[in-house]
């Protein structure tokens, strides 16, 4: 069936620097979502990536999506104790009708 | 702005019971879906639901599992005879389309269902 993969699994850092989850498909997407989990919370929508190539930024967050459309990242610069919780990349197949999520990064950030 | 609502937050349940998680999706959307999350793990797809019925389905929607939208604006789902590896957070979410360059998925706070 279709797999999304995602790594680390879990990422301690120390306020300040910079955090970096990757999300691999076994195979091509037609688009992938990202989502954040706060502790406790539920999967809230962070962005969407649709073309081959597609770099997006939201302040502090960079996320990309491979040429093959089968592979994505989402990078923190200078994470912030807000940034704490589990970041879910989701991929949608063509013609199917839900969204595959990763395993899920989480991140812990130490002041 | 508009949300997913969900209830009860928590239900606490006997092995073998019947429980129905009962969920208000966005009021303008189409498409409507029961993820589960185990403590700690990923987020796993159960069903989905369009034009008043299933459009997919995951290994884990056996025949203990239904779905079923009574009215316009419930969305719900039955598990018929409870096991314990059902204890979980069951989340609802619903999209407004469904086509490449898809909409976002709007999740509901999510019920924790505890099966003992």
């Known amino acids: 069936g279709q797999q999304v993969m995602q790594i680390p699994q879990y990422q301690h850092v120390q306020e300040g620097e910079d955090f970096t989850t990757y999300c691999n498909s076994s195979?091509?997407?037609?688009?992938i979502q990202w989502y954040k989990q706060r502790p406790g919370g539920h999967p809230v929508f962070l962005i969407q990536?649709?073309?081959?190539?597609e770099v997006k930024k939201q302040k502090r967050l960079t996320f990309q999506f491979g040429e093959a459309k089968k592979n994505s990242s989402l990078h923190i610069t200078a994470t912030q104790t807000t940034d704490v919780g589990t970041y879910f990349c989701?991929?949608?197949?063509?013609?199917?009708?839900?969204?595959?999520f990763g395993d899920g990064t989480t991140l812990t950030v130490k002041p | 702005e508009p949300e997913v609502t969900q209830t009860p937050s928590h239900q606490v349940t006997q092995m073998g019971q019947e429980v129905i998680l009962r969920c208000v999706p966005i009021?303008?959307?189409?498409?409507f879906y029961w993820y589960r999350q185990i403590l700690g793990q990923k987020v796993e797809f159960l069903v989905s639901?369009?034009?008043?019925?299933?459009?997919?389905k995951s290994e884990i929607f056996d025949d203990q599992f239904s779905v079923e939208r009574p009215d316009g604006s419930n969305f719900t789902l039955k598990i018929r005879s409870t096991k314990l590896e059902d204890s979980a957070m069951y989340f609802c979410?619903?999209?407004?389309?469904?086509?490449?360059?898809?909409?976002?998925?709007?999740f509901g706070n999510g019920t924790r269902l505890t099966v003992t």
């Open positions: 979410a619903s999209r407004d389309r469904n086509i490449p360059g898809d909409s976002p998925l709007h």
């Open positions: 195979t091509t997407l037609s688009n």
């Open positions: 990536l649709v073309k081959s190539g």
């Open positions: 989701a991929g949608h197949h063509t013609n199917a009708g839900k969204s595959t």
């Open positions: 009021s303008n959307h189409l498409y």
């Open positions: 639901f369009y034009n008043n019925e299933i459009s997919e």
